[in-house]
Every structure is written in C-alpha cells, then in structure tokens.
Nanobody
Framework: QVQLVESGGGLVQAGGSLRLSCAASGRTFSTYTMGWFRQAPAKEREFVAAISWSGGSTYVADSVKGRFTISRDNAKNTVYLQMNSLKPEDTADYYC?????????????????WGQGTQVTVSS
C-alpha cells in the first residue's frame, strides 16, 4: 500500500505556471505507475497524465499536451506535474494516483490509490 500527499496547488493567472508535487510513503514507490487526474466543479474526473515506474514511458491527455509534463524522482518518492501556459479551464482539484498497472491501463481504469487532492485555480 502507498499513501500519497499532493502539494503545490494555488491561484495563478492565465498563462502562468505551477508545479504540483506528490509525495509517496513506502519503500515500493519505484514499482508503481503514477498518474495525475483532475476534477472541475460539476464535472467528472478526468485523466491528465501518467508515468511508468522507471519514468521511461509517459502519456498526457490531449487537452494538456504541450503544456503539462509529468516526471518522477524515485530517490525522493515524488512525482511532479509541471503545468505551463495555464488556462481558466484547467481550474480543478488535482489528484495524484498510483497503481501497479501500465500507463495505458491507468488511462482507462481507476487506479487503486489516491491522494487527497490539491486545488488549482486559474484566473482569466
């Protein structure tokens, strides 16, 4: 089992940047595929990005491609989401997730482990 704690959310103007972090507990962090999801008010949760255990494989949603980058540091048990050129439509609660499945599976299937979320608000 793994516990996840997100940080780095906040209020930013459109066009700005934020970097979200997700710190994981446990010695098996490097074996998990990690992902980021988001949920805007009155909308369903949506996949944002995922990264394989080694960092060698990543996938980002079309809606954020070219603006968001996912990365991880297994020595620090942390996964990051660098968000650039933010838009008001990026406003949402952002959640970190972990699972043993592949990146492709994380896109399609609800991961097993979740953090509590961090709020991102982009003003126009």
């Amino acid at each position: 089992q793994v516990q996840l704690v997100e940080s780095g959310g906040g209020l930013v103007q459109a066009g700005g940047s934020l970097r979200l972090s997700c710190a994981a507990s446990g010695r098996t962090f490097s074996t998990y595929t990690m992902g980021w999801f988001r949920q805007a008010p009155a909308k369903e949760r949506e996949f944002v990005a995922a990264i394989s255990w080694s960092g060698g494989s990543t996938y980002v949603a079309d809606s954020v491609k070219g603006r968001f980058t996912i990365s991880r540091d297994n020595a620090k048990n942390t996964v990051y989401l660098q968000m650039n050129s933010l838009k008001p439509e990026d406003t949402a609660d952002y959640y970190c997730a972990a699972d043993y499945n592949t990146v492709a599976t994380m896109v399609r299937r609800t991961p097993a482990y979740w953090g509590q979320g961090t709020q991102v608000t982009v003003s126009s």
